[in-house]
Structures are given as C-alpha cells and as structure tokens.
C-alpha cells in the first residue's frame, strides 16, 4: 500500500504501484476529471508517519545529514527511533 499527498497523483504512479502488486491510496486533485478511489480511514496512518519523521529529524545529526555513508546514516536513525519508542513506552508502563 502506497500512502502519498495529493502531489503523487498520476497516473504513472498509480500504474507503476499496481503492476508491482500495491495499491495507491492517494487522494485525487480538484481537477482530475474520473474521480479514484480513495479511502480516507487509511490515509489517516499516513499522518503518523509524517509525525515520526518530525520527531526524528530533531536530532541534529540527522536533520543535516553528518553521516557520509547510508549504513552510519541508517543505525542512526534506527537509534533515533528506539529512544522515542523507549520514552512512549515509560511513558505508558
């Protein structure tokens, strides 16, 4: 499942979404003539996503991009994500 804004609403990536097996839940723009399927209930997942990307581009070293190599970049930003997993999860127990 493809979960994208209005500014991903074409065609091309529509097709290109459908012939690997997904399905683009994207809502359509004002001027496209056939209206497409569009599920609002899961797009609301997408504004999660958004707000962890907020979240973790707090930590300076990621919102600038120190880390030359995608690997150094990648565990970073996977250490980012435990510590918030880590303080939602004290914050519940």
């Known amino acids: 499942m493809l979960l994208a804004d209005k500014a991903y609403d074409a ?3 529509r097709k290109l979404v459908s012939s690997q097996g997904g399905w683009a839940n994207i809502p359509p723009r004002r001027n496209r003539r056939n209206p497409i399927c569009f599920s609002s209930y899961l797009y609301r997942d997408r504004n999660l996503i958004e707000r962890l990307f907020n979240r973790i581009k707090h930590c300076r ?3 600038t991009r120190y880390d030359k190599r ?4 990648l565990a970073f930003v996977k250490l980012a994500a435990i510590r918030l997993w880590l303080s939602a999860y004290e ?3």
């Open 61 to 63: 070293r990621i919102a």
């Open 11 to 13: 065609d091309a990536i």
């Open 70 to 73: 995608a690997a150094n970049f």
């Open 91 to 93: 914050a519940t127990a």
